[in-house]
């Protein structure tokens, strides 16, 4: 069975087959057919199930009276301790999304130390234990370059599958991370409209990562002086206003790079660079090889 899933390689009427990584844990990576028709996905009892939309938006249909939406950059966390569920999922021609499927008993070998009270995961206590959970949340730049991971296979069967086990658990690892802002450290992050005009502020960089505004002029627009807004947003998102453009910009990159079709020159362009040597020295810093290496390789 390939790894890859795909709408036209899966059988009339047959779920789409999460990929066995290790004892527990699960891999389902998407990208749409022609076709476009739904994809039926098993959502099993006692599992955790993690979605992550890449491109466009997902539909997930449960049955004829219920559809949920999974928006691009977004993630979909189902639990469902009793029955098991098929969710038809809709997506647009060439579009992409992964699943993660966690047995219950691994979560805990995974985040519980023996004896250790389930606290760091509030979903673990035996009330939540009794009833589905549907949560759903914003993918940050960090899982975004994991999951793009995912679809990248340069080495031996075996020596992959340990890579994407690898990343899969940093994967888990940020998504369950529940520390708060530190508001010892930045104190005025005790107040809700400075926290939400930081998440504004991350929400203007993806929209315009191409052309970035600087610090002066996202403070302006934010409302937040330049330093309330460096010092929040590095606590709130564990990086810098810069290291977020950063991470941003190369992260298309790399996607572009993967689609093929342009040279390193064009994709230094089409990202924000004027000088094409700056974007080969960022690229090699962030994912270790050069653009161009980089798109041999793949």
């Not at 009270?117 to 959970?133: G, M, S, T, V, Y």
């Not at 409302?223 to 977020?244: D, I, M």
């Amino acid at each position: 069975m390939p790894l890859l899933s795909n709408a036209r390689n899966a059988p009339k009427g047959q779920a789409l087959s999460f990929h066995d990584l290790y004892e527990g844990i699960g891999l389902l990576r998407l990208t749409m057919g022609a076709d476009e028709k739904p994809c039926p996905i098993d959502v099993q009892p006692e599992h955790i199930h993690l979605f992550f939309s890449m491109e466009g938006d997902v539909a997930f249909q449960f049955g004829p009276m219920y559809m949920r939406p999974l928006p691009q950059g977004q993630s979909f966390f189902i639990f469902n301790p009793k029955e098991a569920l098929r969710a038809q999922a809709s997506m647009p021609k060439g579009h992409r999304m992964v699943g993660i499927r966690l047995a219950f008993s691994r979560m805990h070998t995974l985040f519980m130390r023996d004896g250790q009270d389930a606290q760091e995961l509030p979903f673990l206590n035996q009330k939540d234990l009794q009833r589905p959970i549907y949560d759903q949340r914003s993918v940050d730049a960090a899982m975004q370059i994991l999951l793009e991971g995912l679809f990248h296979e340069r080495l031996s069967p075996n020596a992959q599958r340990v890579a994407h086990l690898g990343q899969i658990l940093e994967l888990l690892g940020l998504y369950f991370h529940t520390s708060e802002p530190n508001v010892v450290a930045c104190p005025f992050l005790k107040d809700e409209e400075t926290v939400r005009k930081i998440r504004e502020a991350k929400s203007i960089i993806l929209d315009r990562w191409q052309s970035p505004p600087t610090i002066a002029q996202l403070s302006v627009e934010t409302g937040l002086n330049p330093y309330r807004l460096k010092a929040g947003f590095k606590e709130v998102y564990g990086n810098t206003v810069y290291g977020f453009v950063m991470d941003t910009r190369l992260n298309h990159a790399r996607r572009m790079l993967d689609a093929g079709g342009k040279s390193v020159n064009e994709v230094a362009f089409d990202i924000g660079y004027t000088n094409p040597s700056h974007f080969i020295a960022a690229f090699k810093k962030k994912f270790g090889t050069t653009p161009r290496k980089y798109k041999v390789a793949d």
